[in-house]
């Protein structure tokens, strides 16, 4: 499943500064099964298929930045989140960008830490 966002609207749009060279394709965020894993990856498991078995690998969010909407999308590591099975593709890949912005805002770039409070006003949109 794949998201779509506020800043793939904007590329889309023209008014990014400095989108990637055409063609490309959009997307920052999905939501999938692990096929494959490169080399010195062990944190996630792969989908195998054989004859009279199969095993799905992990579930999983990734934020492969422009790519999401591939087929398929290689990902470092590092921008790939396990999902826990409750949770669906479609809202995980719907959710993984506004999280990650609301995050960075308050703790990274905003210092809320235990006993702060913060007041949001006028907020809309995903975040």
């Given at each position: 499943n794949y998201g779509l966002n506020f800043q793939d609207l904007m590329v889309r749009q023209g008014?990014?500064?400095s989108p990637p060279k055409t063609p490309f394709i959009l997307g920052?965020?999905?939501a999938g099964e692990v096929e494959e894993v490169g080399?010195?990856?062990e944190d996630?498991?792969?989908n195998i298929s054989i004859p009279s078995y199969s095993f799905a690998g992990d579930r999983v969010v990734a934020l492969p930045e422009y790519r999401a909407?591939?087929?398929l999308?290689?990902?470092p590591s590092r921008y790939v989140f396990k999902i826990p099975a409750d949770l669906s593709y479609l809202d995980a890949a719907a959710m993984a960008m506004?999280?990650?912005v609301a995050y960075i805002l308050l703790f990274e770039l905003g210092g809320l830490t235990p006993g702060k409070s913060v007041?949001?006003?006028s907020a809309g949109g995903g975040v």
């Open positions: 008014v990014i500064d920052f965020e999905c080399e010195g990856v996630f498991k792969v909407w591939a087929e999308a290689a990902v506004n999280y990650l007041l949001v006003h």
